[in-house]
């Protein structure tokens, strides 16, 4: 089983609606992360928690919220899905800041 | 200006040539810095850290210049298994060592 599992690992949903994607891990670590990645852009910081009672915002966070449910479990949820929002979307955690980080295997969302 | 900036490339180089790829930061609170590889719109995974003296892993080597705010990977003997994205990331000390990705720079290693 892989360390760090995101759900669903594709998705299209419509214009409007909510939507939340999963992400949990097994490393115990306490650093956790939400990117988006699109063509020739990187990946770019939506949030991320240092710990379950700490919730900060990344460079790009406006259309998204994010829960830290217990350590091992950080949803990301798109309040009313637009277009834009196509795109795909990893889940990371780290132990701290000097050390790897993990990746999940993506979450490939597209809004229609 | 970005906080992390690579030349997105794409480098297209033969087989068992060297080529280098290099990245800038913007915020001098930068703490760690790494080198991770991106197969074709797969996750990320870690290729190396780099370390102020600098290092080598195999045929990649890796060089921090604090000083002007810049790292590099140098990857010699290039293999057709070399092709993928690489990714400049650094950690800001200053914000709790979130981590900050570059944008890539997309490596194709042709026979």
């Known amino acids: 089983d892989a360390d760090v599992t995101q759900t669903p690992r594709n998705r299209i949903t419509k214009t409007g609606k909510r939507i939340m994607l999963e992400c949990s891990q097994t490393k115990g670590h306490d650093r956790m992360y939400w990117y988006r990645q699109d063509p020739g852009l990187g990946l770019r910081l939506i949030y991320y928690?240092?710990?379950?009672?700490?919730?900060n915002k990344g460079e790009i966070s406006d259309g998204y919220s994010v829960s830290r449910q217990a350590q091992a479990k950080f949803s990301l949820s798109l309040e009313s899905a637009i277009p834009n929002q196509t795109a795909l979307y990893f889940c990371a955690t780290s132990n701290n800041m000097n050390t790897e980080a993990f990746f999940g295997q993506g979450t490939r969302l597209t809004v229609v | 200006r970005k906080e992390v900036e690579q030349d997105p490339g794409p480098f297209n180089v033969p087989e068992g040539a060297t080529v280098a790829f290099n990245c800038t930061y913007s915020?001098?609170?930068?703490?760690?810095f790494f080198w991770y590889r991106q197969d074709c719109r797969k996750e990320p995974k870690l290729l190396m850290s780099v370390y102020s003296s600098g290092n080598e892993d195999g045929r990649f080597t890796a060089q921090l210049n604090r000083a002007s705010q810049y790292i590099s990977l140098l990857i010699r003997d290039s293999k057709l298994s070399d092709s993928a994205t690489y990714l400049c990331?650094?950690?800001?000390?200053?914000?709790?060592?979130?981590?900050?990705f570059g944008q890539g720079t997309e490596l194709s290693v042709k026979p």
């Open positions: 928690s240092f710990d379950v009672k700490d919730i």
């Open positions: 990331v650094v950690t800001l000390y200053n914000q709790g060592g979130k981590l900050i």
């Open positions: 915020n001098s609170a930068s703490q760690s």
